[in-house]
């Protein structure tokens, strides 16, 4: 048990190793709450290991606890989880201003005009994705806001 849990860690370090930087890319949850040593790819590993496996990042993101964002204007707990399971997808879809995440969004969101909806994000692109690291609070914020 003990090589499998050394194992499990060395290959997530070695997955980890390449985006080495700021804490924030293990996310929010139990494992950034309680290992709060990042400056090692090990630190990093056991973080996204431990929010990955304890099935709570999920729960942080849509109730903003465990040091995770809770969005200000709250559309609902799917359209919360489902931008953040699908973030680079639909910034993509976003930016070509149609795909079926934009439309699952719109679904989710109850929008009557699915195309009206995705020009309007489409325009509103750099207003909704104001930086590389946007969180998905963020994200939502931003297009509660158009």
């Given at each position: 048990?003990?090589?499998?849990?050394?194992?499990?860690?060395a290959?997530?370090?070695?997955?980890?190793?390449?985006?080495?930087?700021?804490?924030?890319?293990?996310?929010c949850?139990l494992?950034s709450?309680?290992?709060?040593?990042?400056?090692t790819?090990?630190m990093?590993?056991?973080?996204?290991?431990?929010?990955g496996?304890?099935?709570?990042?999920?729960?942080?993101?849509?109730?903003?606890?465990s040091?995770?964002?809770?969005?200000?204007f709250?559309?609902?707990?799917?359209?919360?989880?489902?931008?953040?399971?699908?973030?680079?997808?639909?910034?993509?879809?976003?930016?070509?201003?149609?795909?079926?995440?934009?439309?699952?969004?719109?679904?989710?969101l109850?929008?009557?005009?699915?195309q009206?909806?995705?020009s309007?994000?489409?325009?509103?692109?750099n207003?909704?994705?104001?930086?590389?690291?946007?969180?998905?609070?963020?994200?939502?914020d931003?297009?509660?806001?158009?």
């Open positions: 048990m003990k090589k499998l849990i050394v194992s499990i860690a290959v997530a370090a070695l997955s980890t190793a390449a985006f080495a930087g700021v804490q924030s890319q293990t996310g949850g494992g709450q309680i290992i709060k040593a990042d400056d790819a090990v990093l590993s056991l973080q996204a290991i431990t929010n496996t304890s099935g709570n990042q999920t729960f942080g993101i849509t109730s903003g606890t040091g995770c964002k809770k969005t200000k709250v559309m609902n707990e799917r359209a919360e989880e489902f931008v953040a399971s699908n973030m680079d997808q639909l910034a993509k879809e976003i930016a070509m201003g149609h795909g079926e995440s934009v439309d699952t969004l719109a679904e989710l109850a929008v009557e005009d699915k009206e909806f995705a309007a994000l489409q325009a509103n692109y207003s909704i994705y104001t930086s590389q690291n946007v969180e998905m609070a963020d994200v939502l931003n297009i509660s806001a158009m």
